[in-house]
């Protein structure tokens, strides 16, 4: 049991189709002890059976809010080993327009919620670290390169892979470990937003060198690394679960050959 007796909170489940369920899934599976935390309270309905089957307390946390944010710690408890950020949000003005007209408020909402949001859950996890600990986000290739349809996605997310290196740096001395892991793209709710985003599956499946697309269970298997000790020296990292499409240089473009 890889996570036998640690104590995690995980932000970000909407539905059983969550990145965020299927690591809260795969950490109790594991020993832990986990809060799940959803976002919207029209969510509750379909978090609250999720939460129950794996007998986790159940935290409404808008991450617009500090009150909220502080709230959802407290009620968790302490001490906490690790922490899951597995939410995003952009105005879906901001995924169907150009790049170049993405507005003040929509730029800033997106860096707000998919960005900062990871920095103000870090504060708080932290002091309540006993003993070191593991943060860990989600991110998407969008952050590295111009993805069609990403948008104001793409630099929330290169933001939220910077933010992931300042944390190491500043939390590694104590025993704080920090890392992202960047999806390839997954059926979900929040990709059901993105416009394209049937296309891009297809494309990453048909080109990637694996020549398939990636499951949230794969990505749960990654982040139960990072999570555990198993990746006890392993911190400021971007582990790409992708099926390598990300090594791709001009094919990511074109297609693959079967
Ligand atoms: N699905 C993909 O293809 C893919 C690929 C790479 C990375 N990701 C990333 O994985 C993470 C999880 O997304 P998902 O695909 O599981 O979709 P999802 O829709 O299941 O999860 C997104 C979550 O973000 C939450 N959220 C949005 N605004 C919030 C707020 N203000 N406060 C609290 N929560 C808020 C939503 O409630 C939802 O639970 C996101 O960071 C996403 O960008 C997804």
Redesign the pocket.
């Known amino acids: 049991m890889l996570l036998q007796g640690r104590r995690g909170l995980v932000?970000?489940?909407?539905?059983d189709?969550?990145?965020?369920w299927a690591i809260a899934r795969r950490a109790v599976e594991q020993g832990a002890h986990v809060g799940l935390s959803?976002?919207?309270e029209r969510?509750e309905r379909r978090a609250r059976p999720l939460a129950e089957s794996i007998g986790a307390p159940l935290l409404r946390?808008?991450?617009?809010d500090d009150a909220q944010i502080d709230a959802a710690f407290e009620a968790f408890g302490a001490p906490i080993d690790f922490v899951v950020h597995?939410?995003?949000?952009a105005e879906r003005d901001d995924l169907t327009g150009r790049f170049v007209d993405t507005s003040r408020a929509g730029f800033r909402t997106a860096l707000e919620?998919?960005a900062f949001?990871f920095v103000a859950l870090a504060r708080r996890a932290v002091a309540r670290m006993n003993d070191g600990g593991s943060l860990l986000t989600?991110?998407?290739y969008g952050a590295e390169k111009a993805v069609p349809g990403y948008g104001v996605?793409g630099p929330a997310k290169a933001a939220l892979e910077a933010s992931v290196r300042y944390l190491a740096a500043e939390l590694g001395p104590q025993g704080v470990r920090v890392n992202a892991v960047?999806?390839?793209?997954?059926k979900?709710?929040?990709?059901a937003g993105i416009p394209g985003f049937r296309e891009m599956l297809r494309q990453a499946a048909s080109v990637a060198p694996l020549r398939r697309g990636v499951t949230a269970e794969e990505v749960a298997d990654a982040a139960l690394f990072l999570l555990s000790d198993l990746g006890r020296a392993v911190t400021g990292e971007v582990l790409h679960v992708d099926g390598g499409y990300h090594v791709l240089g001009g094919a990511a473009g074109g297609e693959g050959e079967g």
């Not at 932000?11 to 539905?15: E, I, L, Q, R, Y």
């Not at 189709?17 to 965020?20: D, E, L």
């Not at 946390?61 to 617009?64: G, K, L, T």
């Not at 597995?86 to 949000?89: G, V």
């Open positions: 932000f970000g489940v909407a539905n189709k969550s990145i965020a959803y976002g919207d969510l946390c808008d991450v617009n597995s939410l995003a949000y919620v998919s949001s989600l991110s998407y996605m960047s999806a390839g793209p997954i979900t709710l929040a990709a």
